[in-house]
Each structure stands twice: as structure tokens, then as C-alpha cells.
């Protein structure tokens, strides 16, 4: 059974870091992409960052310069570090997997990101 699961998010206040991980189980993820996505409270699921399969990340421009994307070498370990978080990065953040020529897919179930001001 193939799964995605979000850890590392918490109730923080603005300025401070947080790292999320996402661990995938259930077959190799190396030739995905893995992604970072987020839901803040009445808004739609937005792009948060990616991991690429040419091995390079791209971001939001809304966190650019404030996260950063990166996976281990096996491939099923993905991570956002999140620095100088603002509140409005609050939201329920969710990571996916991508096979070249498909959409996302295999959600986890998310992990809640809280900035206070």
C-alpha cells in the first residue's frame, strides 16, 4: 500500500522554523517528484514547493527565499524547512507524489502549521 505521511508541524510564532517531513512507503519514489502543497482555512490547496525529477526544486514565489525543498538520496524522504514563517503561512500542509506524465496523487493526510503573530 502505497503512503505519504506528514510530520513536524506545530503551533509557532512569527519569525521562528519549523521542518516538515514527509516519509512515502509502499514502493520506490525515486523517479517522483515529491511535492509540498498547503489548505489554509477557506481557501483553496496552493503549490507550496517541489522536488523535481531533474533533481531540482521550485517554489511558490510567496515562500521563495524563506523555504527550502529537499529529499534523501533513497528517495522517499522529503522535507520543507520553513524559516521566517509569517502567519499567513497557516495552513494544513500536505505533500504528494508525481510520476512523470501523471498529476499528483497518494495525499497524506496533512500536518497543521500555525503562526501566531
Known amino acids: 500500500q502505497v503512503t505519504l505521511t506528514e510530520s513536524g508541524g506545530g503551533l509557532v510564532q512569527a519569525g521562528a522554523s519549523l521542518r516538515l517531513l514527509c516519509t512515502a512507503s509502499?514502493?520506490?519514489?525515486?523517479?517522483?517528484?515529491m511535492g509540498w502543497f498547503r489548505q489554509a482555512p477557506g481557501k483553496e490547496r496552493e503549490f507550496v514547493a517541489a522536488f523535481r525529477w531533474s533533481g531540482s526544486a521550485e517554489y511558490a514565489d510567496s515562500v521563495k527565499g524563506r523555504f527550502t525543498c529537499s529529499r534523501d538520496k533513497a528517495g522517499n524522504r522529503v522535507y520543507l524547512q520553513m524559516n521566517n514563517l509569517k502567519p499567513e503561512d497557516t495552513a494544513v500542509y500536505y505533500c504528494?507524489?508525481?510520476?512523470?506524465?501523471?498529476?499528483?496523487?497518494?495525499w497524506g493526510q496533512g500536518t497543521q502549521v500555525t503562526v501566531s503573530s
Open positions: 509502499g514502493r520506490p519514489f525515486r523517479s517522483d517528484a
Open positions: 504528494a507524489s508525481q510520476m512523470r506524465g501523471s498529476s499528483w496523487s497518494n
